[in-house]
C-alpha cells in the first residue's frame, strides 16, 4: 500500500503544480479553485487506480487527498485552494517517500556497514526534501496569498528625520562613485547628509580625487578616509556612525555603485513615524543589462529574492537589512552595538538582533525599487560575490543556532516565524553542498552499477525512481513560474535565470564548507583583468572544477547505460544528467559573461571592487578550500567503493536486466532559491524549485536547491535563496 500512496500524492502535486503553471494561482479564486482541485484529486486517484491496478485504493486514496486538503487549507487561510492543494500534496507525498524508503531499509539491512550507509542517505534525503518544501512554501505564501504583503507607506508624522547616507567605498574607480554622489545630491528630501567612508583604499590617487568631490558637492557631503582600519566594512562604518552629529536620526546604506531616484526618502523615511519602526528595506535594482542574455538571466536570479522571499518574510515581520537602500533607525543600531565585524554579511546579521530586542521591533519591506547599481560583469567577481554571500549565511547560522532551531533554549526574543526565516535563509545555502554529496552518491552507483558491484546502501528499482525524477521537474517548474509570475520576464530569461543559479552550485558549496570549518570572516580575492585576451581560456579556467565534475558525470552515465541498460539505470541516469547539466552551466555562464559587450560605463566597472571581490584583508584566504573539496570527495567516493562487493555476473548469454540502485533524492540550491540577497534567494531557485540558485537555485537559488536555487535537483531548486543573502 505504500508504494499507492507515494504514486497518489507524488501524481497530485504534479498535477496541482501543472494546473497553477497553466493559468496561476491569483487567478483561481475559490468559486473556479474548488473545482479544479476536485478534479486534481479524482484524477490522481484514476491514475493510481490504472498504475496500481487497484481501483479501491485509487478511492480511498482520493478521500484521503480531500481530507488533506481540507486540513492543509484550514491551516493557510490566506492562501487560494489551488495552491493550499499543492503544498499539503507535497507535504504528503515528501513524507510518503521517507515512510517508504524508511521501510525499505528496515527490510534490507545486511550489517552495520549498510545500515550506517542507508541512515546517511535517508537524512541526506530527509533535508533535501525539507529544503523542496520552504522554496515551495515561499512561492506559494507570495503567488497564492490573497491581499498585499507589504502596508502602504504612513503619512509623515510630525517633521521628517534627519537622516546621514553613509556611502561605504574600498578602492573604487572615481567616476563611479561621482555617478552615485551626484545621485544623492539631487534628492527629494530637506533634512539629509552624506558621509561617504572611505575604507582602506590602499593608493592617495583614488582617494584623494573622492574627497575633493565631496568638497565640490557641498556642506551636506562629508568624507571620510580610514587608513589601516580594522573590522573590514562593518568596522569602518561603525566608526563613521560615531562621528555623525547627535541630531542625525535614521542611518542609510547606499553602495559606491548605486544611482538613487530622487523620491527614495521622501518615500520611505515616513515609515519612522511609527516609533515600533526598526529599519526600513527597498528592494535592490540594477542597470544595464537589456542588451546581453547572460546579464539578463543574471538580473533576474536577483530579482527572485526581492520578488519572492522578501515579500515571503514580510507577512511575518522576519525582512532582512540588506545594506544599500536601507534606512536604519539610529537608536536601534546603537542599541545592539552596531555592526558585527566578525560576520561578513553584517546587515543581515544586525536585523535578525534588532527584531530580538523586542516583540515591537518591526521592519517595513517596501517593494518598489528605489535605485539601480550594476552587477558582478565577469564570472570571476560573481562567483566571490556568491561566496561570501553564502559564508555569511553560514556565519549567522554558526553564530545563532541556538535562537533559532527549536526545542533550545533561546537568549533572542524572536517569535516562532521570524526564527523559521532566518533559519531557513541559513540552512538554504546547504542545498549545494547537498547537491554535491548527491552528485558523488550518483556518480559512485553509476560506476558500481556499469562494474556489476552493489553498494552498501538501500536498494530500489523500477518504476519508484520516477518519483524524484517527478520531484525534480516540478520543482523547476516552481522556479521558473515564480520569476515568470512576478517579475513579468520570458521563459527564455527565467531559464537563464535557472542556469546561473546552476552555475553557481559549487562555489556556494565551497563556501559553506569553509563556513563550517572556520568562522572568521574572509573575502576572496582576484586580480583586476581587462576583456579582451585571452577570454576563451579565462572561462575555461573560471568553470574548471565544475567542467571536471560535469564530464564524470556524463562519462559514468555512458559506462553504466552501456553496460546495463534498462528502466531503472536509464532513470538513475536522467538524474545524474540533471546534474551534470547543474555544474556545466558553470562553463556557459562562463563563457558568455565573457561575451558581455564592454561599454565605457561596464569598462569603468570592471576595475571596481564592487565587480572583482577584492576588499581589504589582514590575513590571506585558504586558497585550498576548493582542493580540499574535491579531495574530501574523492576520499568519500574511495570508501564508499571499499565497502562494495561483486554482484552475481549475470549468464553470457543473456542481456542483463534492470539493476537494484542505492540512490534517490538529491537536492541543489535556487534560488533560489530564489534568496539571494543581491545586496540575493531561487534555485530557486527556489531553490528556492532551488535555486537553486533556484538552487537554484530551486536551485533557484531557486538550489540554494538549488535553491530558487535553489535551489532544482531531484527535490529542490538552488536557493537563489537563492537565491540571495546579503552583505554586499
Not at 519 to 534: I, P, Y
Not at 669 to 683: E, G, I, L, R, V
Request: glycine share 8%; hydrophobic share 50%.
Amino acid at each position: 500500500m505504500l508504494i499507492e500512496i507515494l504514486t497518489f500524492f507524488a501524481v497530485a502535486s504534479a498535477l496541482a503544480t501543472l494546473v497553477c503553471l497553466a493559468k496561476g494561482v491569483p487567478a483561481w479564486p475559490w468559486q473556479a479553485g474548488v473545482p479544479a482541485a476536485l478534479v486534481v484529486l479524482a484524477a490522481s486517484g484514476l491514475a493510481t487506480a490504472l498504475i496500481s491496478g487497484d481501483p479501491f485504493a485509487g478511492k480511498a486514496l482520493g478521500v484521503a487527498g480531500l481530507v488533506i486538503w481540507a486540513a492543509t487549507w484550514l491551516w493557510l487561510r490566506r492562501w487560494q485552494p489551488l495552491a493550499a492543494l499543492m503544498f499539503g500534496m507535497l507535504i504528503t507525498a515528501a513524507l510518503s517517500y521517507i515512510v517508504y524508503a524508511c521501510a525499505l531499509t528496515a527490510v534490507q539491512i545486511s550489517g552495520a556497514t549498510f545500515l550506517i550507509a542507508s541512515s546517511l542517505l535517508l537524512l541526506l534525503e530527509l533535508f533535501g526534501l525539507f529544503l523542496s518544501l520552504s522554496y515551495a512554501f515561499e512561492i506559494l505564501d507570495v503567488l497564492g496569498r490573497r491581499g498585499s504583503p507589504t502596508p502602504p507607506p504612513p503619512p509623515p508624522v510630525g517633521p521628517p528625520p534627519f537622516v546621514a547616507l553613509q556611502v561605504p567605498a574600498y578602492d573604487e574607480p572615481v567616476e563611479i562613485v561621482r555617478a552615485t554622489l551626484e545621485a544623492l545630491a539631487h534628492l527629494d528630501y530637506p533634512n539629509y547628509m552624506v558621509q561617504v567612508v572611505d575604507n582602506n583604499t590602499p593608493d592617495p590617487e583614488v582617494w584623494k580625487p573622492l574627497q575633493k568631490i565631496c568638497e565640490e558637492l557641498g556642506p551636506r557631503f562629508h568624507f571620510i578616509h580610514l587608513e589601516d582600519w580594522p573590522g573590514f566594512k562593518a568596522g569602518a562604518l561603525n566608526e563613521a556612525t560615531k562621528r555623525l552629529p547627535a541630531a542625525v536620526d535614521v542611518i542609510g546604506v547606499v553602495d559606491a555603485d548605486y544611482i538613487v531616484h530622487p523620491g527614495w526618502l521622501a518615500a520611505t523615511a515616513p515609515h519612522f513615524g511609527d516609533k515600533n519602526v526598526a529599519f526600513v528595506q527597498a528592494a535592490q535594482h540594477y542597470r544595464d543589462w537589456e542588451d546581453s542574455s547572460y546579464l539578463r538571466g543574471l538580473f533576474y536570479s536577483y530579482r527572485y529574492f526581492f520578488d519572492v522571499s522578501m515579500p515571503c518574510r514580510a507577512h511575518r515581520n522576519a525582512i532582512i537589512f540588506c545594506g544599500t537602500l536601507g534606512l536604519i533607525r539610529r537608536s536601534v543600531l546603537e542599541a545592539v552595538g552596531g555592526w558585527d565585524p566578525s560576520c561578513i554579511t553584517e546587515d543581515a546579521e544586525c536585523s535578525l538582533r534588532i527584531l530580538a530586542l523586542s516583540p515591537n521591533q518591526v521592519g517595513v519591506y517596501d517593494p518598489r525599487p528605489w535605485g539601480v547599481g550594476m552587477m558582478p560583469l565577469s564570472f570571476d567577481g560573481l562567483k566571490k560575490q556568491r561566496f561570501r554571500w553564502a559564508l555569511g549565511g553560514i556565519q549567522i547560522l554558526r553564530a545563532h543556532w541556538r535562537d533559532l532551531v527549536p526545542l533550545v533554549h533561546h537568549r533572542l526574543r524572536l517569535t516562532a516565524a521570524q526564527r523559521m526565516h532566518y533559519l531557513l535563509g541559513s540552512i538554504q545555502w546547504f542545498g549545494d553542498l547537498l547537491t554535491s554529496f548527491f552528485t558523488l552518491i550518483l556518480i559512485v552507483t553509476a560506476i558500481a552499477v556499469a562494474t556489476h558491484h552493489s553498494l552498501p546502501l538501500r536498494q530500489m528499482a523500477g518504476t519508484v525512481l520516477v518519483v524524484p525524477v517527478v520531484f525534480l521537474m516540478t520543482g523547476i517548474l516552481r522556479a521558473l513560474w515564480a520569476l515568470r509570475r512576478t517579475t513579468n520576464c520570458t521563459w527564455g530569461d527565467a531559464v537563464r535565470a535557472l542556469r546561473v543559479w546552476f552555475a553557481l552550485s559549487w562555489v556556494v558549496a565551497l563556501a559553506c564548507v569553509r563556513g563550517l570549518v572556520n568562522q572568521g570572516a574572509a573575502f576572496l580575492r582576484t586580480s583586476k583583468v581587462k576583456k579582451g585576451s585571452g577570454t576563451i581560456w579565462r572561462a575555461f579556467r573560471q568553470s574548471l572544477a565544475e567542467s571536471f565534475i560535469a564530464l564524470i558525470a556524463v562519462l559514468a552515465v555512458g559506462a553504466m547505460l552501456v553496460r546495463s541498460p534498462g528502466l531503472s539505470t536509464s532513470l538513475l541516469g536522467l538524474l545524474l544528467l540533471f546534474e551534470a547539466f547543474v555544474y556545466a552551466s558553470a562553463r556557459w555562464a562562463s563563457a558568455a559573461a565573457e561575451k558581455v559587450a564592454m561599454t565605457p560605463a561596464r569598462q569603468e566597472f570592471m576595475r571596481s571592487a564592487q565587480n572583482t571581490g577584492d576588499r581589504p584583508s589582514r590575513a590571506p584566504m585558504l586558497t585550498a578550500v576548493g582542493a580540499g573539496g574535491v579531495a574530501a570527495a574523492l576520499i568519500a567516493a574511495l570508501v564508499a567503493f571499499a565497502g562494495t562487493a561483486p554482484a552475481t555476473p549475470a549468464p553470457t548469454n543473456t542481456t542483463p536486466g534492470p539493476p537494484n540502485i542505492g540512490v534517490l533524492v538529491g537536492a541543489s540550491s535556487p534560488t533560489a532559491s530564489p534568496s539571494p540577497s543581491p545586496s540575493a534567494s531561487a534555485t530557486a531557485s527556489p531553490s528556492a524549485g532551488a535555486s537553486a540558485s533556484p538552487s537554484a537555485s530551486a536551485s533557484p537559488s531557486p538550489t540554494s536547491i538549488p535553491s530558487p536555487s535553489a535551489t532544482p535537483n531531484p527535490t529542490s531548486i538552488p536557493s537563489p535563496s537563492a537565491t540571495p543573502s546579503a552583505g554586499g
